[in-house]
């Protein structure tokens, strides 16, 4: 098709050049024959121009008739490679087609077979139903059957009760009314022996299969964790260079010790102890700000009431930074994360709150690396077992704020910060504000009790600690059948001694549970107490 068009062209540009060089052939012939004649000059001219025109002719058909061969040709061949190109995707088509087909009747074919499969799983498990309804069946039938034989029995137990009411109310005197309640008496009785006598035997079963786990988890759990104790008390004590320096703490008229005191909170006690002042008050963060800016005022020398301002503003500040690190660093040795700031920050309060003179942030970290060391042996969640170690006395640092208890105070605290409601399950209920009903809950408990009673852990003063021990003895001695009871291992142990005539062994049973309730609902104490009731028989004859 572009050649047909090529040689249109060239023809077209050859009857142009024809025109041209006639009309050229004419002008020189005009001015030659001027010069020659105009007749002769005319006629060679108008001869030649007669001549070119006849060749560009006959060359103009030569090229149309070319032109034309190669317009059909190219026709003819675009047709070929038309037809060509119309099988070719004729066949391409029809491969992918067959294609198509065979994937399909494959796919079917599978189909097929899985629907084949599925029938038979049915009518399997359609077979099994009825199996499984024909024994229901047979089943339904025999208790059918057992009722039957119940209710006979029950008829004759009901004569026979009859007959035996009858001739006890003969024998002995006794209206129904009154035999029903001896009997229901003795009935009473037997079934709380036969209560006793089972509580027994399971609590001897787990605790022959439970007590070697729980010691070795325990103690594994205790050995694993390695903490400095360090014993808390309410006086801090600042060394003096030289028994001067007291006068100038004490400054002109008192004024420098009544600005410490008035901007610390606390008690400065100067006397006769040399080199030495004695920091004292109730509140542990008051007297750690009052002893780090005395310690800053003695080093510098300049001890006046605007020093005293400036030196307890850096002082406060140092404590601040120390509760915030405290905070994150038990985070990071514990590995937590996602911990809250102002939750850290409330657990870096806990360093400077005491517990029967343990330090609370301690015992913390350490409730936590137990628990989640019992919690790896249990197959419980570590984190969460630390976390919860960790944040179960976080209520300590607010109790002098808000009313309450602290696991409360804790919880609804933590609560605020978007904490898990697991853990605040954990921290609510670690003191049993709240019935424990998870795992978590119970390793937390254990956690804080073994922290909390562990040898040397915690103190009390004397007289609080003579008379919890008058307590425990008071409320076993106070049970029918006891003998004599004695508080032993530092108030940790009450030995209870019962009368053998009065109290059997599985009364005894009865009896120590019973004692260790009235304890938990009547006292305050730190960790768990231990109630061994001891029941013995003495025969003695002498030989004469």
Not at 18 to 35: C, D, E, I, K
Not at 129 to 148: A, P
Not at 207 to 232: C, L
Request: charged share 35%; hydrophobic share 40%.
């Amino acid at each position: 098709m572009d050649n047909g068009l090529l040689a249109l062209g060239l023809t077209v540009l050859v009857v142009v050049v024809a025109a041209v060089a006639s009309t050229v052939a004419y002008r020189l012939g005009l001015g030659a024959g001027t010069a020659r004649g105009t007749l002769e000059g005319e006629a060679r001219a108008e001869e030649r121009a007669r001549k070119l025109l006849g060749s560009a002719e006959e060359r103009a058909k030569q090229l149309t008739a070319q032109a034309e061969e190669a317009r059909a040709a190219l026709v003819k061949k675009a047709e070929l490679e038309a037809r060509e190109a119309g099988l070719k995707v004729e066949r391409e088509a029809q491969e992918s087609l067959r294609a198509r087909r065979e994937e399909l009747e494959k796919e079917l074919a599978r189909e097929a077979e899985r629907l084949r499969n599925r029938e038979q799983q049915l009518e399997r498990k359609q077979h099994a139903l009825d199996t499984r309804l024909e024994d229901v069946q047979r089943q339904r039938d025999d208790v059918e059957k057992v009722r039957g034989r119940i209710e006979l029995r029950e008829s004759e137990v009901e004569r026979r009760l009859g007959e035996v009411r009858a001739k006890l109310e003969q024998t002995a005197g006794l209206s129904s009314e009154e035999a029903r309640k001896a009997l229901t008496a003795a009935v009473e009785a037997e079934a709380r022996l036969d209560a006793a006598k089972r509580v027994r035997h399971v609590e001897e079963e787990a605790r022959e299969e439970a007590e070697s786990r729980a010691k070795r988890i325990v103690g594994m759990a205790i050995q694993r964790y390695a903490g400095e104790y360090v014993a808390e008390r309410t006086i801090s004590t600042v060394t003096l260079p030289n028994d001067e320096m007291k006068g100038r703490i004490i400054g002109r008229e008192g004024r420098n010790i009544r600005a410490l005191e008035q901007a610390t909170g606390v008690d400065l006690i100067v006397d006769d102890t040399p080199e030495a002042v004695v920091i004292s008050g109730f509140d542990p963060v008051r007297r750690e700000v009052a002893r780090l800016a005395l310690e800053s005022l003695v080093a510098d020398g300049r001890i006046h009431p605007s020093r005293i301002e400036e030196a307890v503003d850096r002082a406060r500040q140092q404590v601040d930074k120390s509760i915030k690190d405290a905070g994150e660093r038990a985070c990071i040795e514990l590995g937590l994360t996602g911990v809250h700031p102002e939750v850290q920050r409330l657990v870096g309060r806990l360093r400077y709150r005491t517990s029967y003179t343990q330090n609370q942030w301690q015992h913390s970290v350490e409730v936590a690396f137990i628990c989640g060391a019992m919690a790896s042996e249990l197959g419980v969640n570590v984190k969460q077992a630390r976390r919860a170690g960790l944040l179960h006395d976080i209520g300590k640092a607010l109790t002098h704020e808000q009313d309450g208890s602290h696991a409360v105070i804790g919880a609804d605290y933590a609560k605020r910060y978007d904490e898990h409601p697991d853990i605040l399950h954990c921290i609510r209920c670690h003191h049993l504000d709240e019935e424990p009903r998870t795992l978590l809950a119970h390793l937390t408990m254990a956690a804080d009790a073994v922290s909390g009673a562990r040898p040397g852990a915690r103190r009390e003063h004397l007289e609080n600690y003579v008379q919890r021990l008058e307590e425990l003895e008071r409320i076993a001695n106070g049970f029918a059948g006891v003998e004599r009871s004695f508080a032993v291992q530092a108030g940790r142990e009450v030995r209870v001694l019962v009368e053998s005539d009065k109290v059997t062994d599985e009364a005894a049973v009865m009896l120590s549970r019973d004692i260790a309730k009235m304890i938990e609902s009547e006292m305050t104490y730190p960790g768990q107490i231990k109630v061994t009731v001891i029941r013995e028989t003495r025969v003695t004859e002498y030989a004469r």
